[in-house]
């Protein structure tokens, strides 16, 4: 009997929480259709079927709101390339070689999802609280190639690769192939990416890199 008044509170909480989320959802679907100028406080209420309050109400306007899904896409990805990282069984070349397939993943690459970051990179410097969220310099990021390529260097014995530079050369590149899918998402093949990835750091580390023996 002790537990029943917590039910309520759970149960608000629980509604709280597929409020938000539901707004989120709503918010990215009007940034994909409409842009970021053009998500307007009702179309958010249109798509998500929620009252106008419940922006306020949740995230205390607009701006926090749009805000939260910057984050959120954010998370997705750097969820994807974390858990690989910290994955002790994988060696230095075999968790690059994943961070790039995940890169290239349809739960990061999509249509939408594309779209919408880069819309958000459209007002990035307008914004200095988006800006964290689609850095290209990312940090964290970086830090974890670079540690991946000077493990791959020393295995190796490639006295003469400069680590950072490959590193530098890799983001570059990813950059450049997302572009082209968000310009080319009808034509864009995943495996084609990854191949032109692997032929980059074959020419640097020809002893950890092959493009025919691509991992399933």
Not at 52 to 76: C, D, T
Request: proline share 5%.
């Amino acid at each position: 009997m002790s537990a029943e008044p917590n039910i309520p509170t759970n149960a608000r909480d629980l509604s709280k929480l597929q409020n938000r989320k539901q707004l989120i959802q709503a918010a990215a679907d009007a940034i994909h259709k409409y842009g970021i100028r053009g998500t307007t406080s009702a179309r958010i209420q249109e798509l998500s079927g929620l009252s106008r309050g419940m922006v306020n109400l949740h995230f205390g306007s607009k701006e926090k709101l749009l805000l939260a899904v910057a984050e959120e896409l954010s998370a997705r990805y750097a969820g994807q390339w974390k858990a690989i990282a910290d994955n002790p069984e994988l060696g230095p070349a075999e968790k690059l070689i994943s961070i790039l397939k995940a890169d290239f993943d349809p739960l990061v690459l999509n249509a939408r999802d594309v779209a919408i970051w880069f819309s958000f990179r459209a007002e990035a410097l307008s914004n200095p609280h988006i800006f964290p969220f689609i850095d290209s310099r990312d940090k964290r990021f970086r830090t974890v190639i670079l540690e991946l390529l000077e493990q791959i260097k020393r295995d190796g014995e490639h006295e003469d690769v400069d680590a950072k530079l490959a590193t530098d050369a890799l983001i570059a590149l990813l950059e450049g192939l997302w572009t082209d899918y968000h310009l080319h998402s009808e034509i864009f093949k995943p495996e084609e990416a990854l191949k032109i990835c692997l032929f980059v750091l074959q020419s640097m580390f020809p002893k950890h890199f092959e493009i025919r023996s691509i991992p399933g």
